[in-house]
Structures are given as C-alpha cells and as structure tokens.
T-cell receptor, first 112, second 113 residues
Framework: DAMVIQNPRYQVTQFGKPVTLSCSQT?????MYWYQQKSSQAPKLLFH???????NEADTPDNFQSRRPNTSFCFLDIRSPGLGDAAMYLC???????????FGPGTRLTVT | AQSVTQLGSHVSVSEGALVLLRCNYS??????LFWYVQYPNQGLQLLLK??????LVKGINGFEAEFKKSETSFHLTKPSAHMSDAAEYFC???????????FGKGTSLLVTP
C-alpha cells in the first residue's frame, strides 16, 4: 500500500543535542509537510516543500530546519533541542489534484 | 484567512447513541473542509472531505458530514457510536490543493458503555 512512513516512531534526545527525524513516502506526492503537535493541541505547521521549493512558516523557530533530497524523502533537523521541543512530529503529503493530506504515524520526541 | 472553530473540546456519548461533533468555518473563498481522526500516539487519518461537490459527504467508519453554507458549518455525525470511535477529531480547512491545512483545536470523543 502507498503510504507515508516516519522513522523512528519514538526518539529520545538530550537537551542541546542535534536530532534528525525522517519521513518517506511512496505516494509520489509533490508536496511534503512537517507539523509539530504538542499534547492535547492541534498540529501546527512548521514548513512544507512544494516540489523543491521550501516554504517556512513565519513563526517556525530557526532551530528547526528541513531537507528534501528527492521526491520521496524529507528530513526534519532540530539543531539544539530544548525541553519545549518535546512533541509529536507529523509528516504529511499531498499531490496532484487531491486536496487532502496523508499523514504518517508520527515521531514522538522526548528531550531529556 | 480561512479558519475553523470546533465547539466542545470534549464530547461524551453512550455506545449506540448519536455522535455529533461541531465545526464552523470562516472563509472568504469557497472552502475545502476535512475531518480527521487521531488515535493515541498515531498520525491523523482522513475521515471525509468536502471539495465543492455534494454537500452531504459520506466517509469511513459510518461517519458523514453536511456542508451548510448558510450556517458556515460542517458538523460530523454518526448514527450509532461504537467504543472504537473514542479518539480525537480535528476539523480542518484549506482553500487550494498543495496548501496547508488550518486545523481546529480538536474534540476528544469519549464513548461510554
């Protein structure tokens, strides 16, 4: 089945230690998104790629970066995680004429 | 700007009872509306979507929603709740493909025996 895959599902990192979360998709969608979701809150868009064009949300901290080396893969880099960055990170895709987004299972990040 | 408001952060229903989760939207252009469900420690799964076709939209797991322009609403319903319906439900709006979704704050559905 075509899908959005996120690895790892659970990630523990230390305060200030860089961490990378990965997302891959087999849907061949041209748009990929990264959301941050804190406990009992709605997902908050961090940035998205429209093909290779990177679109950063105005309030996304500089501490968060992203890379998309090809259509299938997208990475979220947190350069110096703080305790406030502990959250579920969701990757999503959309493409063609479809308006809906397809979400991966998420990576739950813990910062110690 | 497009936005949605979900009325009620928590809704509790008995098993077998009607489920009604409320969503109102604000949009200056024809909106595209979605309902997503999220189970604990999982991603979001699309329940149904409205993209300017039929106003009554049927989705998965017996859910449906009706787009009412006069009321700017897109409420989610299910005739008979099942224990497995207990989850977080998000209403979302977009105005074009390839653009971000604006989510409501979510409604937590509790189903009691």
């Amino acid at each position: 089945d075509a899908m959005v895959i996120q690895n790892p599902r659970y990630q523990v990192t230390q305060f200030g230690k860089p961490v990378t979360l990965s997302c891959s998709q087999t849907l061949n969608h041209n748009v990929m998104y990264w959301y941050q979701q804190k406990s009992s809150q709605a997902p908050k868009l961090l940035f998205h790629y429209y093909d290779k064009d990177f679109n950063n949300e105005a309030d996304t901290p500089d501490n968060f970066q992203s890379r998309r080396p090809n259509t299938s893969f997208c990475f979220l880099d947190i350069r110096s995680p703080g305790l406030g960055d502990a959250a579920m990170y969701l990757c999503a895709t959309s493409g063609g004429s479809s308006y809906e987004q397809y979400f991966g299972p998420g990576t739950r990040l813990t910062v110690t | 700007a497009q936005s949605v408001t979900q009325l009620g952060s928590h809704v509790s229903v008995s098993e077998g009872a009607l489920v009604l989760l409320r969503c109102n939207y604000s949009s200056s252009v024809p909106p595209y509306l979605f309902w997503y469900v999220q189970y604990p420690n999982q991603g979001l799964q699309l329940l149904l979507k409205y993209t300017s076709a039929a106003t009554l939209v049927k989705g998965i797991n017996g859910f449906e929603a009706e787009f009412k322009k006069s009321e700017t609403s897109f409420h989610l319903t299910k005739p008979s709740a099942h224990m497995s319906d207990a989850a977080e439900y998000f209403c979302a709006v977009s105005f074009n493909s390839g653009y971000a979704l604006n989510f409501g704050k979510g409604t937590s559905l509790l189903v009691t025996p």
